[in-house]
């Protein structure tokens, strides 16, 4: 099943979209390298008008990121997206619920600075209609039930290992400079040296679970601790991260 | 049946060469035909320290680009029976490996009944190094016990796993074996260095000696005698011994511990 980032655009300014961004990949800058992006224009309505699509290409482009087609786009724009080189994607659902006429993606276009969260990714499948209300763009990856995905040798540095919407295994240490990701929880029954995500495209449930922890950064949908932040008595030890008020919570196990 | 055995670590200046040089040496001593390839195109050591710089006349690129046959360029040691040494050139750059060059010359060498390739890979991940481990059957990760030399074996021991013809296949993983080398058991106990036993809990692989710190190592590289050749100093000692191990016989670690030093050793050492 193939799995898009979508970008809901809330503002027509590309600089400001930019900057948005570049802090978000910034976060975890592997998961978003050369991802390919669907730009939903629904939060607009009609001051999609005012984007200049080509330069909205060369936007994202330069955040390495890869436009490959616009959800929503108003019958008036399609010329303008498709000369741009991207595709219109619209499956019915979708199609129908965002024309521009809610309430609240009227007002959006007129505001100088969008909300904090006006770029928010998430992932969508591509074969399932994108959530249509405001409290989508912070919608969970949907359950996997195919099983965690289990690695039984060392993660070297240099090293990824991502399970995507699934929880990940480890029963080999996670080495400095290595990174184990997860967009469910992950548990390392090993020592962990080098980084670990879980919650990566934003569960906010997600933890780590690990034996011993001398890790250089934890992470959990997007919140993290850095190696010299994480204190002392938990150094070395089992521990578990998790997610409370927003930040990232250590505790023994 | 003949085994490609790559002698790697990322970083520089640990000791692949003299390693190399050494354990091609060492097994070629026990009878088996044995050849070392310079892998690093463009600086070329291999043959300094193995004593036969002027006897170069074409190199492994020259191969590579069918510009000599590989017995032409074959330089066989005068000390040792059964020791070869394919150069590498000093003129040429990394791009001139090839997969398919260099796939060719080490089936060639097996079909001349080599029975050990010893692949010298140059310092760094970039393409000299990934053409000296790609065909390998087994790996010795040399390191030295600090902490960037580690991690550099440890992102190395990655490469060994995704970045070589056998990882690429599906084939039996490469055998990796650790060899920690200018290791100074003064040194651990002060705390100024990584212990074996520290080493080995960061890149768990099994290890196959420990080299200790020695003048005779710099001594024998300037005189272009592998060290092992003059068994009275304790690095021929300890690379005898991993090469004893490596063809399979049993050998207690040694120069591990800080020796025990007599009364007299200390009064005129």
Redesign the interface.
């Known amino acids: 099943m193939a799995s898009l980032t979508v970008l809901r655009l809330r503002s027509t300014d590309l600089a400001l979209i930019e900057r948005q961004l570049r802090v978000k990949i910034a976060q975890l800058p592997h998961l978003f390298l050369d991802a390919p992006v669907l730009v939903d224009l629904g939060a607009l309505g009609d001051g999609a008008a005012a984007l200049v699509f080509g330069d909205l290409v060369r936007a994202l482009r330069s955040c390495k990121l890869v436009p490959v087609a616009v959800a929503n786009v108003p019958d008036g724009l399609r010329g303008a997206v498709t000369d741009a080189g991207l595709g219109v994607w619209q499956p019915p659902a979708l199609g129908r619920t965002r024309g521009g006429g809610s309430p609240d993606a009227a007002d959006a276009p007129a505001a100088e600075t969008p909300a904090p969260e006006a770029q928010a990714t998430e992932t969508a499948s591509a074969d399932v209609a994108l959530p249509t209300g405001p409290s989508a763009a912070v919608a969970p990856p949907r359950a996997p039930h195919a099983g965690p995905m289990v690695v039984s ?7 990824i290992v991502y399970a995507q919407n699934n929880d990940l295994v480890v029963l ?2 996670v ?4 990174q184990v990701i997860a967009d469910g929880h992950v548990h390392i029954y090993a020592p962990l ?1 080098g980084r670990a995500v879980a919650g990566a495209q934003g569960l906010a449930g997600a933890r780590i679970f690990c034996q011993k922890l001398e890790a250089e950064l934890v992470a959990i949908s997007g919140a993290y601790i850095m190696a010299e932040e994480i204190p002392a008595q938990f150094h070395g030890r089992a521990v578990q991260i998790f997610l409370e008020g927003g930040e990232c919570r250590i505790a023994a196990l | 049946m003949s085994k490609v055995v790559v002698i790697t670590s990322g970083k520089g200046g640990v000791g692949k060469t003299t390693t190399s040089a050494n354990i091609a040496t060492g097994i070629a001593q026990q009878g088996k035909k044995t050849v070392a390839i310079d892998f690093d195109v463009g600086l070329r050591n291999l043959d300094l320290v193995m004593g036969c710089e002027r006897r170069v006349v074409y190199d492994f690129v020259n191969v590579i680009r069918n510009e000599a046959k590989l017995q032409q360029a074959l330089i066989r040691d005068k000390r040792v029976e059964n020791l070869y040494i394919l150069p590498a050139s000093q003129t040429r750059d990394k791009d001139a490996l090839d997969p398919e060059g260099v796939g060719r010359v080490i089936e060639e060498l097996k079909q001349m009944g080599f029975e050990y390739i010893i692949c010298d890979s140059p310092a760094g991940i970039e393409k000299g190094a990934q053409m000296a481990m790609y065909f390998a059957d087994e790996a010795i990760v040399v390191t030295n016990p600090e902490v960037s030399s580690v ?2 074996s ?2 190395v ?3 060994l ?2 970045k070589t013809s056998r990882a690429e296949l599906g084939g039996p993983a490469i055998r990796t074996h650790l060899l920690l080398t200018r290791y100074s058991p003064l040194m651990v106990k002060r705390g100024e260095m990584l212990s074996v036993g520290d080493v080995l809990e ?1 890149l ?1 692989i099994p290890l196959l000696g420990v080299i200790p710190e020695s003048k005779a190592v710099l001594q024998s590289s300037n005189k272009g005698a592998p060290a092992i050749l003059d068994e009275t100093t304790d690095v021929a000692q300890a690379y005898l011994d991993v090469v004893f191990r490596y063809l399979g016989q049993e050998r207690q670690h040694r120069f591990i511990e800080e020796e025990k030093r007599s009364f007299l050793g200390r009064l005129f050492g």
């Open positions: 040798k060392p993660v070297r540095g240099g090293q080999a240490p080495n400095s400079g290595a040296r | 991690r550099d440890d992102r021991l990655g490469l796993a995704a960061l768990g």
